[in-house]
């Protein structure tokens, strides 16, 4: 294998669709690897810290040397984890990756052991402002091939809800603007309407269909005991971020209280995060993301220990991730052998255009396809007809003002 030497790096921020920040790195001999640092609503925090204090360190390295190059990033920075700069080391893990597959001529699932499967499944999201609104949309979803859902519906009552599209648009939490949006919330009528809403989706559909849920880490342990409880007889594949896991050990209140699977881990940013919960088993999925937890050689340590506690993958990847990222999921999803499901919200037409890939959606299960490489790259031209706009995703609060996890 020849030399593979960084001549440059290039971070790009632009709003094909969304915003994202790219990375690009472009090697001695014209060989270009491409990486992921999107931070939704913190984008130019990241792209701050590659342009100024990552991107010089990045020149003249050896691009082979990704364990090191990921290792020099992390530890030597002395100022470990946090969101900024793991989306920042995540870019240049998932270009490094790219760089060294097309190298070597392959997809990257196979320097990463090879497929261990065929595809990998894949859930997208169904919602709606009232039930039967939901139930249409998981039979438009049914008919376009998924055989996994998430369900999430609008408490009645309420304005909005998280994850519930509006007006038939594709749902984007990020709102552009300078102020975030504010979103009210009611964990009472919540806990109360959404078991009602899975009863109807079974009696549709019957016992086939893999549904899950996202209660994103609004209720307390207690109140997420209830909601599991609740849930146990409608058979859902999981129950995700159902509090905010800061402080793992609360997990042990929940897992002792329901049968239900669960998973967690969108916001973890560091190997170290979710180490109580897999030692103790108490999740069955990490939802840990490919572009905030240190890219493919993060996500890779957190899944390695994983494994050996039968503890599931169930990677991030929402629309706020760009193709590069969603590629680098299924890389790795396909290749390691403790693969749960892997999010898939598609993106808009103009972010497909933006970011050409090989990975392809098929019966329930995706492909990350067998170019060299990630298989996915960014169109400059195209981007650069968007630029950035600030957007902020929305902040919760209780009916008396209180601010609440959104």
């Known amino acids: 294998m020849g030399a593979l030497v960084v001549d440059r790096a290039d971070v790009i921020v632009a709003s094909p ?21 999107t931070l939704n609503g913190r984008e130019l925090a990241v792209a701050a810290y590659l342009s100024e204090h990552v991107a010089p360190l990045l020149v003249g390295r050896d691009g082979h040397a990704v364990e090191s ?21 995540s870019a240049v893990d998932m ?35 009232d039930v039967p609104e939901l139930l249409d949309a998981i039979e438009t979803h049914r008919a376009e091939g998924y055989r996994a ?20 648009a594709a749902y984007e939490p990020a709102a552009r603007g300078a102020r975030p949006a504010v979103e009210t919330w009611d964990t009472r009528s919540y806990l109360r309407f959404v078991p009602t809403a899975f009863e109807a989706a079974r009696e549709k559909f019957g016992p086939e269909p893999i549904l899950l849920h996202d209660a994103h880490h609004r209720l307390t342990p207690t109140e997420a005991v209830q909601l599991g409880r609740s849930l146990e007889p409608y058979d859902l594949f ?32 560091s190997p170290w995060d979710a180490n109580v919960l897999i030692t103790e088993r108490l999740i069955d999925y990490l939802r840990a993301c490919v572009t905030h937890a240190g890219g493919v050689t993060g996500l890779r340590k957190m899944l390695g220990l994983a494994e050996l506690y039968q503890v599931k993958s169930g990677c991030h990847g929402p629309t706020d991730v760009s193709p590069i990222s969603l590629a680098a999921a299924l890389h790795l999803g396909l290749a390691v052998h403790n693969f749960g499901i892997q999010e898939h919200m598609p ?32 169109d400059e031209d ?21 601010v609440h996890d959104w």
């Open 347 to 378: 993106h808009s037409p103009l972010t497909d255009e933006a970011f050409p890939h090989a990975y392809r959606f098929a019966d329930g299960m995706m492909h990350p396809g067998d170019e060299p490489g990630l298989g996915v790259s960014l």
């Open 95 to 129: 270009a490094l990756w790219d760089l060294k597959a097309k190298a070597a001529g392959l997809p990257l699932y196979q320097l990463l052991g090879g497929a261990s499967r065929t595809g990998c499944l894949v859930y997208t999201h169904a919602s709606g402002r």
């Open 17 to 37: 669709g969304r915003n994202f920040v790219t990375l690009k790195l472009t090697t001695q001999d014209g060989l270009v690897g491409w990486g992921d640092g």
């Open 382 to 402: 195209l981007a650069a007809r968007h630029p950035y706009e600030r957007a902020y995703l929305p902040v919760a609060q209780l009916r008396d003002g209180t």
């Open 69 to 89: 190059t990921w290792q020099y990033l992390y530890r030597g920075a002395y100022w470990r984890g946090g969101p900024v700069t793991m989306a920042a080391l």
């Open 238 to 269: 999981w129950l995700e971020d159902v509090t905010p896991a800061e402080n793992q050990a609360l997990l042990r209140q929940v897992r002792a209280g329901t049968s239900i699977p669960l998973a967690l881990g969108e916001v973890f940013t």
């Open 149 to 168: 859902i998430r369900l999430q519906v609008t408490t009645p009552g309420a304005a909005s809800s998280y994850g519930v599209s509006t007006g038939g």
